[in-house]
C-alpha cells in the first residue's frame, strides 16, 4: 500500500511538472491567440482555455522532466524559454490580426471613413477595420482555428525544443520576414480601395478643371463614401478568405521563411 502511495505521489509530480511546462508555452500563445486571446475576452475564461491546451498538448510533450533531478534553475530556465517560446508563436499569428486592422486603416483613409466609428472596439480602430478584424475572427474559429492551434503547438516542440533558447539570429530573419509579409497582405486585402481612391480623385481634379465654379468636394464626398462602403460590401468574403488561406498556410508551415 504505501509502493502504492509512493507510485502515485511521483507520478502526480510528474504530471504536475510537465503540466507546468507546457503551460508556460500554451499561456503565452493564448495571450496573444486571435479571437481567445482579445482583451474583451474575461481572464478566467483565458485560464480555461490554457488549461484546456495544455492538457491536449501534454502527451505530445517530447521528453517529459523528472522531478527528482528539478532545481531552482530548472524552474527559472523553463520559466524564460517556454514563455518566449510561447510568444514567438503567439505573435506571428497576431501579425494576422494586425494586417486586417492594417488594411482596414487603409480602406477607411482611402474612402473617407476613417472617423466613423473609431472607438469601436478595445484597440480603436476605424469602422472598417474593425468589421474586418472581427469577421476574420469570426471565421477563423468557424474553420478551426483551436485546431490548427493544438497542431501548431504540438509541432513547436520539433523547432523550438523544450528548455533552450531559440537562435537570436534565426529569430531576427524570422521576424522581418513575418512583419513584412503582415504588412504587404494589408496592402494587397486594402488595393481594390486604393485604386477607387486614385480614380475618385482623378475624376474630381477633371471635374474641377472643366467647372471650377461646382463644387466638386461636396458633390464626391457622398459618392467616395458610398462607393467604399459598396465594395466593402462585394468585397469582404474574398479579402477574407485570402486573409484566412494566409494565416491558415502560416500555421501549417510558421518557421518556414519564405524569400
Excluded: C
Aim: proline share 7%; aromatic share 8%; no cysteine.
Amino acid at each position: 500500500m504505501i509502493e502504492l502511495a509512493s507510485q502515485l505521489l511521483t507520478l502526480s509530480q510528474q504530471s504536475l511538472l510537465l503540466g507546468y511546462v507546457v503551460f508556460l508555452r500554451v499561456g503565452a500563445v493564448m495571450s496573444l491567440l486571435p479571437a481567445f486571446g482579445e482583451r474583451s475576452v474575461p481572464v478566467r475564461v483565458k485560464l480555461v482555455l490554457a488549461l484546456a491546451f495544455t492538457v491536449i498538448v501534454m502527451p505530445a510533450y517530447p521528453d517529459p522532466p523528472d522531478p527528482a533531478t528539478w532545481g531552482p534553475a530548472e524552474t527559472l530556465r523553463y520559466a524564460i524559454t517556454e514563455s518566449l517560446a510561447g510568444l514567438i508563436i503567439g505573435i506571428g499569428i497576431r501579425l494576422f490580426i494586425l494586417a486586417l486592422q492594417t488594411a482596414g486603416s487603409i480602406a477607411a483613409q482611402a474612402t473617407s471613413l476613417s472617423q466613423i466609428f473609431g472607438g469601436a472596439s478595445a484597440e480603436p480602430m476605424p469602422a472598417i477595420g474593425h468589421v474586418l478584424v472581427v469577421g476574420g475572427m469570426a471565421l477563423a474559429v468557424m474553420s478551426g482555428l483551436h485546431i490548427r492551434t493544438a497542431q501548431l503547438l504540438v509541432i513547436s516542440y520539433e523547432v523550438l525544443p523544450p528548455g533552450a533558447f531559440p537562435a537570436a539570429e534565426a529569430i531576427v530573419v524570422w521576424g522581418k520576414t513575418q512583419v513584412s509579409q503582415a504588412f504587404a497582405l494589408a496592402f494587397t486585402l486594402a488595393a481594390p480601395f486604393v485604386i477607387i481612391s486614385v480614380l475618385y480623385n482623378l475624376t474630381l481634379g477633371v471635374i474641377n478643371r472643366a467647372m471650377p465654379q461646382l463644387m466638386v468636394a461636396f458633390v464626391g464626398a457622398p459618392v467616395i463614401t458610398a462607393g467604399g462602403l459598396l465594395l466593402l460590401f462585394l468585397l469582404s468574403p474574398l479579402m477574407l478568405s485570402v486573409w484566412l488561406n494566409a494565416m491558415n498556410s502560416f500555421i501549417a508551415n510558421p518557421f518556414v521563411v519564405s524569400p
